[in-house]
């Protein structure tokens, strides 16, 4: 069955960077693109970015462009989400996302000094 989990995510100073990662399994990885979202206290969750299937294109939500950085590693079934300049608004739980209906546990991000 179709699985993801996400990990790297923790407690960040703002101005900060950190790195997650999704591990996915139970599909075709490389046929696929791939999505990042994220979902704050009391607010719906949002699209952060995605990803193409061999990775030529990828789109960020506004919020987040010229910070964060999308990637993935088909060799590995592996999808990132480098994220610089980290602000006390990125603050949310991030969810790997496939296939439309897929999604992993999720990873808690928080930037706070």
């Known amino acids: 069955q179709v699985r993801l989990v996400e990990s790297g995510g923790g407690l960040v100073q703002p101005g900060g960077s950190l790195r997650l990662t999704c591990a996915a399994s139970?599909?075709?990885?490389?046929?696929?693109?791939m999505k990042w979202y994220r979902q704050a206290p009391g607010k719906e969750r949002e699209l952060v970015a995605g990803i193409s299937a061999v990775g030529e294109f990828t789109n960020y939500a506004d919020s987040v462009k010229g910070r964060f950085t999308i990637s993935r590693d088909n060799a590995k079934d592996l999808v990132y989400l480098q994220m610089n300049s980290l602000k006390p608004e990125d603050t949310a739980v991030y969810y790997c996302?496939?296939?439309?209906?897929?999604w992993g546990q999720g990873t808690q991000v928080t930037v706070s000094s």
């Open positions: 996302n496939a296939l439309v209906q897929y």
């Open positions: 139970g599909f075709t990885f490389r046929l696929n693109p």
